[in-house]
């Protein structure tokens, strides 16, 4: 018996500017698309060659953390920025470091500091998303640059990214009414109280 892969695990590509020949697809969850390049889980074990590709994605940055480093999240983010060729682009998803949920959990990042890490290497034109529920399988990609779509979010959408069941899914959909509600009243904190981010970053030409 065959089960569809999850959509959400490709929503990365509404927020990617294209999708070149050669692109550097470093999977969540096993999925793929036409063309891309898809390497071993472990090829971030090994010292990496110097090459460099037209796109990355990389939905979820935690997924591909070296067993030896775990908390390298900024030293990974750091070198695929720097495996963008001239004019190509990198998207990689990560968990909000600061989220008040489960905050510092292995992979995470805050958004200033991926901010930082990707113009170090070079790269511009950057955009950031919250991506919801999580990364992994982000539901919704919402540009954090565009207050008024966060407004729709928050107002109209929001609790269709509420976790349906399981275990502790009551104590969840609680602490995210908490966190609606706080995101609400306070537009500046937003940043600081999503629960993970997309990140879109070029190199020019």
């Known amino acids: 018996m065959t089960t569809e892969p999850d959509a959400r695990l490709l929503n990365w590509r509404f927020v990617a500017p294209s999708q070149p020949p050669e692109l550097l697809l470093l999977s969540a969850d096993g999925e793929t698309v036409p063309g891309a390049l898809t390497p071993d889980r472990d090829v971030f074990d ?14 979820d940055l935690a997924a591909w953390l070296p067993r030896r480093r775990p908390a390298g999240a900024a030293r990974l983010l750091a070198g695929l920025a720097a495996a963008v060729a001239p004019g190509g682009w990198l998207c990689a998803g990560f968990a909000n470091s600061w989220y008040p949920v489960v905050p510092l959990r292995p992979g ?16 511009t034109r950057t ?7 999580g990364p992994r399988r982000a539901a919704f990609l919402v540009p954090l640059a565009r207050p008024a779509e966060m407004d729709h979010m928050l107002r109209v959408l929001f609790e ?43 190199r020019p030409r």
């Open 160 to 202: 269709t990214s509420y976790p349906g069941r399981g275990r502790g899914a009551a104590a969840a959909r609680r602490m995210l009414s908490l966190l609606r509600r706080a995101a609400l009243t306070a537009p500046h904190a937003r940043r600081r109280l999503v629960p993970a981010y997309y990140l879109v970053a070029r």
């Open 127 to 133: 955009e950031l998303y919250a991506a919801l529920p």
């Open 108 to 123: 995470s990042l805050s958004c200033a500091r991926a901010l930082r890490t990707v113009r170090r290497a070079g790269l």
């Open 46 to 59: 090994h010292p990496l060659p110097a090459l460099r590709y037209p796109a990355i994605a990389i939905p």
